[in-house]
């Protein structure tokens, strides 16, 4: 049966908040463990086949010097990411962005994107040595949830202005700094 993800969902939900809404909204109930893990796999799959070939796939102006900055001044990149795992991979691969980050958290790790941005918190420190402060730790993003998630994690939050939220929207989210694209300067680089 297909289903439009987007009638039941909105942006900055995690890969299995996504998969149980869509299937609750299209069947009426909540999906087995069975059903969640067929579906996973059927969408890892699809999506395997789909970047790949989408000719509207595009690397945002400004991602690859934003990231080789970031790296050259010395800075350890992780990815949070409400995608699971495979997916997050599968969609940075065709853009080779997957080379910039030593570590990574996910939907997969969590449904909760403050649970994630925590546990991508934890990670890094585990690399650094100590715990991370505030000032430390930057989260960028471009939904309020991912503003929400990164100060429930006591992260400074970026909001860029790139995709379905604007300027203000973000600002409203209490985002530390706003972009409205990659291109500018980056905050502390």
Known sequence: MAADIGEHTSAGETDPQVGRKTFLAVLGREPSHDEMARLYAAYLWHLSEDIPASEGYRVLDGVEDTLRRITDAGIILGLI??????????????????????????GSDSPDRAEI?????????????????????????DTPRDIEAARAANATAVGVASGHYSVEELRAAQADHVLTALTE?????
């Not at 941005?117 to 989260?139: I, P, W």
């Not at 300067?185 to 680089?189: A, E, H, K």
């Open 81 to 106: 990411s409400g995608a699971m795992e495979g997916a997050a991979r599968i969609k940075m691969e065709r853009g080779r962005l997957g080379r910039y980050f030593v570590f990574g958290a996910y």
């Open 117 to 141: 941005t925590r546990l991508a918190m934890a990670k890094a420190a585990r690399l650094h040595g100590h715990d991370l402060t505030r000032s430390e730790v930057y989260v960028v993003g």
């Open 185 to 189: 300067p980056f905050p502390r680089i």
